[in-house]
């Protein structure tokens, strides 16, 4: 057995504060050996990324860091900055989260990766330079030579990924520590990275600590698996024995809480009661007592140390591991599932339905303005170019694409209730572009929306009751009507009504997003638009709230139109999806059949793009990899906008090729069936 | 999860919740957003002390006279320009004037004069700035080109050229006409606030639920930029106190026989190397009252900046 | 982007002109020229003083409308009349120029730099003794009104002076009158007199610039991008040096820009309080003087040199951001 590359031996991080210590990370052991990737798996407030940055030193200098942390057998912790500047970038290597804010706005990146080039090797500016285009090309970044020029904000979020990884590879280092590199991207930029990062792994022949809250890109990315909960390790081992034989609770909550795209929305999902402990102080026993199904008085008192159980090398934090093993459970046999109520109205057939919204050929286009000084209007943004729709009294239209596919924008249009730059909107049939303005006032009461983020979509200086108040304030209820109103409101939600008065920030970020809830449904819509409204949780609490919308949806009877980026969310509770691309529906149909006989190459491409929590699955699965980059939505292609990346037009003759250069195609209808595709050379392929 | 800054950390994290029906949470221990922000004032040396001083410079200024038996338009003729003395704890002026009294009525005059001025101009610049940020359209630019109008104009140059027309009436004139050169550039960054203010979720939430303009602008909008009124509040205090005493210095404000730091000093001036008790002590003062103001100012913007380290 | 540049310099021209035509009507209400006259011994008869007004266009007894239609004709050929001594405003105002120029330039450019690297200095030791000093120092200057910070110095210099037997500052005017002597005597005499001035505008422009870039830099210091660097394997130091500080100089230059546009109006008392005859000055003795024209004339002098702030400032933040660039 070769010799670890990095040893971590009872790591602990703790940042003192006013309001007293704040013990991040609690004792992490882990090895990583040489070319290996070990996955570090977390929700927010586990220390996963505080426990990683501590082993480069880059940390706060207020924290306080304890423990060993053994390089290739020499000790890092504790070195000065002198001798940590040796080893970060040369053997060391971290990419981060967020390039946009990773990368320096005021120098071209070449500069920027020539720079770690040079501070570890002693080569002259023109030699660093032909290595960083070399690196360039390497992380498939086109036009190398020219784009070393190019600042950090000219390029996409894709681009910029690679940028960072081309500079942490450039001296060969030993590790690459990744902190959640694919989250703030799209789901085929998500499986692009990620096959780059696996290059990297190749060309270099370092190990990777991959730090994520998405269990399902360590399935198929990572070797092994550590989950961290309240700053310690609760469950490690392979993939394979992590995933299909989990040991300790919190791992079978997520992974039953988890939405996969390759199952049909019937289960609901597997919630996990609670939310994370606080870190300031921190109850005796083990942390996640309060939130386990199956805790009893010792969880209470003793916190469990990591004990082996089934394989060697599989370790699980949790008394009863070995009773979990022994009786061979699964997270349905230890989480209770909640029952789900079912809409009456599901039993119609879709056509024979009431229309609640409809939408034939929306546009929207936004003027495009250049320069600093004189703004001056360029172009237009076609942000929304012609797309038709319709939902039905009772069911779920997932609206799903990725960043500038126009679903935002589309949601909003709808949402503003006046006549669009082009096409119809009709709402509870009655066209908005002949509504006046007491006539929306009083649609207003019908439609109402759900947004993403739960921190900015309440208003921090106003308590919940008035929160809940305002859209029954705003349509002139009594006051009496209101209070009553608002403790049914919570009630409703799954929420405390004696908690009434106190103000956002007190509340979790789940519970929060149920007020949003509940605070949509104050004057008893018929359509709730939904934007991303789980994609801001942690998945133990996403699970939660995805069930009291499909609940609320079948107890009183609300149409969805939901829009999310997450394809797994949206397959458990659309009954119907449309894909967007540059601001055209590509695909659109049931559900069941868009997934499982997708026949646009765009949906093809971004559902074999979802991760899924099955490393059998994914390791067996073929991806299909988009080229490049989203052409800009100002300037779309001719004929059909998908043609410049996608892998059909890449295989197809001259003759047929025209027809997508020349020809944009409609929506052609498939079989018959509830189910279209805009694609000249439609055909199946089965990518989940 | 980034990692977190030690202040941060404090308000996110929170006693454990359950969702639902769960055990009672300890109300006590979650504190009220002003409490939150005084605990973080108070650890600031500075502040406290800038806070202390303007205190007590309040008192002395509306106390003080009931410390001397002089008046301030009294004058002493056994006492032309004389130190520093038990009876008069300042000196006197050439005419005999009690220094002591005077500045005290100088200080009454620049105080008041410097609160109302920031308390019409960041209401001003709280109104324009909004209205015209969250209308936008022709709202907007044609709010903005008055702004722009009054940016141009020098203030002083228009002040000063006024200052005749107001000789004999009542100094709220003035107070007035400072406070309208003073709000400009605040408008403006509540303009560029409420802009952004109002893409803001809970914004948009309000307007699709029918909640009308001006309730959005009032209920959502200025609360929510409150810190940043209040810290210019502060600011311009001491600005208009500067702005006042720099007017009066050059005859163009209060108007003898009312007196402010700003006429003091002037008249003090010619004789500061010689005698030096009647320059010094209202500059002395003036000075130490907007240094109060500006560390008050400082420690409020910290205090109010959740990503400040205190 | 012709017709853009074309529209907002309109802009510009039609805001200037309101501005500069609201100073003249103000100023003709207000302002009594004649009280200057009648205020000789032995005063001078009526009809004369009459006379004397309308040639300078300042007779309170044409109306108003009148005069101001004399003013915009001859501001359209350029000519902004002549001064309450008979003197042609342009040339007053060109020679003011120079005065003001003169003392600022050397004082904004070194007080800029000072005030940066103070500032940049501050926010790397951020809350140690050396931060805390410079905090100290800045905010007592910037709460010294410049009158006061003035009179300070000169009561200094007038110590110095003692101390030493022989007058090292001069502090009244821009230079001695009359004096004899070759290149060299001539600059040192400027150079003594140029001293105080200067040192109360660096004064004021090192505690702005300190504060401004303090927070600018502090801004900065927690971005991820110091971060990145850091991780690349560069010395904290050098991270903050080649990293942060060039990032946050685009607030500072820009700032510094508008600066210095404001400050040749701005720079009043320090040119009153020194003797300097620069605009400054006369923005204060054409009001105290009663001169309607200057007044107007210098007016429309600040608004452009205002408005060129801007404009520079603007200019300056879109060559140095790359994000702007590039849109």
Redesign the interface.
């Known amino acids: 057995m070769t010799e670890p590359i990095l040893a971590v031996r009872g790591l602990k991080v703790t ?5 007293g210590d ?1 013990r ?1 990370v609690r004792g992490v052991d882990y090895e990583l050996r040489p070319g290996e990737v070990l996955g570090i798996v977390g929700e ?3 220390g ?3 426990s990683a ?1 501590a082993v ?1 030193g ?3 200098q ?2 306080q860091v304890e423990g060993s942390v053994l390089l290739d057998g020499k000790e890092i912790v504790g070195q000065d ?2 001798a940590m ?6 053997r060391i ?2 990419v ?3 390039p946009l ?7 071209t990146i070449g500069d920027q990766i020539s ?2 080039i040079r ?2 090797n002693d080569v002259s500016k023109e030699a660093a330079r032909k290595r960083t285009v070399e690196l360039l090309k390497l992380v498939g970044i086109p036009n190398a030579a020219d784009r070393a020029n190019a ?1 950090p ?2 390029f996409s979020g894709g681009m910029r990924q690679r940028v ?1 990884i081309a ?1 942490s590879i450039a001296n060969d280092p030993d590790v690459i520590i990744a902190d ?1 590199p694919t989250t703030a991207l799209d789901v085929t930029i998500q499986a692009q990275v990620l096959e780059l990062l696996r290059k990297a792994r190749e060309v270099t022949g370092a190990a990777i600590v991959m730090i994520t ?1 998405d269990l399902s890109v360590i399935a198929g990315f990572a070797d092994r698996v550590a989950v961290m909960y309240a700053g310690r390790i609760v469950e490690t081992g392979t993939v394979d024995e992590v995933f299909y034989s989990p040991r300790m609770p919190y791992t079978m909550g997520l992974l039953g809480a988890i939405p996969r795209a390759d199952e049909t929305g019937d289960r609901p999902l597997v919630p996990i ?3 994370p ?5 921190l ?1 005796p026993g083990c942390p996640f007592a ?1 939130r386990c199904p199956l805790v009893f008085d010792t969880c209470r008192e003793v916190e469990p140390a990591l004990i082996a159980v089934g394989s060697p090398g599989h370790q699980s934090a949790c008394h009863l591991a070995e009773k979990i093993e022994a009786g061979g459970w699964g997270p349905t046999d230890v989480f209770p599932l909640p029952e789900l109520a079912e809409a009456a109205v599901a039993r119609i057939p879709r056509e024979e339905r009431e229309v609640v919204l409809e939408a034939k050929d929306l546009v929207r286009h936004y003027p495009l ?8 209007q ?1 172009g237009a943004v076609q942000a929304v170019d012609g797309i038709s729709f319709d939902v039905r009294d009772g069911e779920t239209l997932g609206l799903v694409g990725e960043s500038g596919c126009g679903k935002s924008t589309t949601l909003l249009e709808v ?1 503003e209730l006046a006549a669009p730059q082009a096409g119809r909107i009709v709402v509870l049939g009655r066209d908005t572009a002949e509504l006046s303005a007491s006539d929306r ?1 009083a649609l ?2 019908d ?3 759900v ?3 739960p921190m ?7 308590p919940v009751s008035d929160i809940l108040a ?2 029954m304030r ?2 002139g209820l009594g006051a009496k009507e209101i209070a009553t109103r608002v403790r049914e409101l919570l009630r409703l939600v ?3 009504p ?1 908690h009434a008065a ?2 956002p ?4 970020g ?2 929060r997003q ?1 007020i ?1 809830i509940a ?1 949509a449904l104050a ?1 008893e819509p018929e359509l709730l638009v939904l934007d991303e409204p789980v994609s801001a949780l942690d998945v133990s609490i996403q699970a ?1 709230v995805i069930n009291l919308l499909e609940d609320l949806r079948a107890r009183l009877g609300l149409s969805y139109l939901f829009v999310a980026h997450d394809l797994a969310v949206v397959r458990h509770i659309a009954d119907r999806i449309a894909v967007m691309y540059l601001g055209k529906i590509v695909e659109i149909g049931d559900v069941t059949l868009v997934y499982e006989r997708a026949s646009h190459p765009y949906t093809q491409a971004l559902l074999s793009a979802i991760p899924l929590p099955d490393p059998h699955k994914e390791r067996a699965r073929r991806r299909i990899l988009l080229e490049g980059d989203l052409p800009s939505p100002a300037d779309p292609p001719s004929g059909c906008r998908f043609r410049t990346r996608c892998p059909k037009f890449a295989a197809l003759d001259e003759e047929r090729r025209r027809r997508c250069l020349e020809e944009e195609p409609p929506l052609y209808g498939l079989n018959g069936a509830d189910h279209a595709a805009a694609c000249h050379y439609a055909a199946v392929v089965k990518v989940v | 999860m980034s990692v977190p800054s030690s202040g941060a950390l404090e308000t996110s994290l929170q006693p454990d919740q359950t969702e639902g029906g769960g055990p009672p949470i300890d109300e006590t221990r979650i504190a009220s957003r002003w409490s939150v922000v005084f605990a973080r004032f108070r650890r600031k040396r500075l502040a406290m002390f800038g806070l202390v001083v303007v205190v007590l410079l309040f008192l002395l200024a509306f106390i003080g006279p009931y410390l001397t038996s002089w008046e301030y338009t009294d004058h002493d003729f056994n006492a032309f320009l004389q130190g520093p003395s038990t009876s008069h704890y300042f000196g006197t002026t050439q005419t005999g004037g009690d220094v002591f009294a005077l500045t005290m009525r100088g200080m009454q005059k620049s105080l008041i004069i410097g609160i109302l001025v920031a308390l019409f101009s960041t209401g001003m610049a709280a109104l324009v700035g909004a209205f015209a940020g969250y209308f936008g359209g022709w709202v907007d630019r044609s709010l903005m080109w008055f702004v722009d109008l009054l940016l141009v104009l020098p203030s002083f140059l228009i002040i000063a050229i006024l200052s005749p027309t107001f000789k004999g009436k009542t100094w709220l004139v003035f107070v007035v006409l400072l406070a309208a050169f003073l709000w400009m550039v605040t408008a403006r960054i509540v303009r560029g606030m409420t802009i952004s203010l109002a893409n803001r979720e809970y914004v948009l939430a309000a307007r699709f639920m029918g909640v009308p303009a001006p309730r959005i602008i009032f209920r959502h909008i200025l609360p929510n930029i409150s810190s940043l009124l209040i810290v210019d509040a502060t600011i311009n205090v001491s600005a208009a106190i500067i702005g006042e005493t720099s007017l009066s210095f050059f005859g163009f404000g209060v108007q003898p026989p009312d007196v402010s730091l700003g006429t003091l000093i002037a008249d003090g001036t010619g004789s500061a190397t010689t005698y030096a008790w009647l320059f010094a002590f209202p500059a002395g003062l003036l000075v130490l009252i907007v240094l109060a103001v500006n560390l008050v100012g400082d420690g409020l913007r910290d205090a109010l900046d959740p990503t400040s380290g205190l | 982007m012709a017709k853009f540049l074309l529209r907002r310099t309109a802009n510009y021209v039609i805001l200037v002109a309101v501005a500069t035509s609201a100073a003249f009507m103000l100023a003709s209400v207000s302002l009594k020229p004649r009280a200057n006259f009648e205020g000789r011994n032995p005063p001078p008869p009526e009809a004369v003083v009459d006379a004397r007004l309308t040639e300078l266009n300042m007779n309170d007894k044409t109306p108003v409308l009148t005069r101001y239609k004399n003013w915009v004709s001859g501001v359209v050929h350029g000519d902004f009349g002549k001064t309450i001594d008979g003197n042609s405003v342009n040339a007053e105002l060109a020679r003011r120029v120079g005065v003001s120029l003169r003392l600022l330039l050397i004082a904004t450019i070194i007080g800029g730099l000072l005030g940066v690297l103070a500032g940049a200095w501050g926010a790397i030791r951020q809350y140690q003794f050396s931060d805390h000093a410079v905090t100290m120092l800045s905010f007592v200057i910037l709460s010294t009104p410049v009158f006061v910070l003035a009179v300070a110095l000169e009561i200094a210099a007038v110590g110095v002076n003692n101390a030493v037997g022989t007058k090292v500052f001069e502090y009244t005017g821009e230079f001695t009158p009359g004096l004899q002597g070759g290149f060299w005597t001539h600059a040192g005499d400027r150079i003594q007199h140029l001293i105080l001035p200067s040192l109360t505008l660096i004064l004021g422009e090192i505690a702005i610039f300190s504060r401004y870039q303090r927070s600018a830099m502090l801004d900065v210091l927690g971005q991820d991008f110091v971060r990145t660097a850091q991780a690349k394997g560069l010395r904290r130091r050098t991270a903050l040096m080649k990293h942060a500080l060039r990032t946050a100089l685009i607030p500072a230059v820009t700032y510094f820009a508008f600066n210095f546009g404001i400050l040749i109006v701005g720079a009043t008392f320090t040119e009153k309080i020194f003797g300097w005859h620069g605009m400054g000055e006369w923005l204060v003795d054409s009001v105290t003087r009663n001169d309607i024209n200057a007044v107007a004339a210098v007016t429309c002098f600040a608004a452009v040199m205002i408005l060129l702030a801007g404009l520079a400032a603007d200019i300056a933040y879109a060559i140095l951001d790359p994000r702007i660039r590039v849109s």
Not at chain 1, 85 to 90: A, H, L, P
Not at chain 1, 101 to 107: E, F, Q, R
Not at chain 1, 369 to 376: D, I
């Open positions: 940042f003192p504060g006013s309001a704040v991040a927010s407030g586990s996963k990324s505080a940055l480069t880059l940390l706060p207020y924290a900055d002198e500047t040796k080893i970060r970038g040369k290597a971290v981060f989260q967020d804010s990773a990368l320096t706005p005021v120098y720079e770690a501070i570890h600042f904000h000219e960072m500079m959640e809250h009661e609670g939310t402990p606080s870190l300031l102080n109850p309060a303005l250049k320069g600093a000084v004189f703004k001056r360029v949402l006032r207003r009461r439609v109402n929306i947004f993403q983020d900015a979509s309440l208003d921090p200086r106003m305002e859209p705003a349509h799954g929420l405390n004696e106190r103000y920030q007190q509340f979790s789940g519970q149920r949003g605070r004057l939660g």
